[in-house]
């Protein structure tokens, strides 16, 4: 069973930045692949982008291209989402998600962006 803890959402005027982590309990390197999630108030979650290996780039929803990174610390087991330029629309929770022959979440961090 792969534990997924993310960390490092909160409060931030627009046009700021934060960086998120996924910490996960066992080697990242063997998941088949992993993805962010958010979810807005009164919405349905949306997928953000999707990582499945250091050497693909990762995808991207259109609506975060350009200020969103994802990465990969083989060694700390940790994905990343770096944010910048954030947006009242990117508001949220947001979810680390992981796969291999099962699917695992994280419990998700509050992002706020006001404006």
């Known amino acids: 069973q792969v534990h997924l803890v993310e960390s490092g959402g909160g409060l931030v005027q627009a046009g700021g930045s934060l960086t998120l982590s996924c910490a996960v309990s066992?080697?990242?390197?063997?998941?088949?692949?992993m993805a962010w999630h958010r979810q807005a108030p009164g919405k349905q979650r949306e997928l953000v982008g999707v990582?499945?290996?250091?050497?693909?780039?990762?995808d991207y929803v259109d609506s975060v291209k350009g200020r969103f990174t994802i990465s990969r610390d083989d060694e700390k087991n940790t994905l990343y989402l770096q944010m910048k330029d954030l947006k009242p629309e990117d508001t949220g929770i947001y979810y680390c998600?992981?796969?291999?022959?099962?699917?695992?979440w994280g419990q998700g961090t509050q992002v706020t962006v006001s404006s």
């Open positions: 066992e080697s990242i390197a063997k998941l088949n692949g």
């Open positions: 990582f499945t290996s250091p050497t693909i780039s990762p």
């Open positions: 998600q992981a796969w291999d022959r099962q699917n695992y």
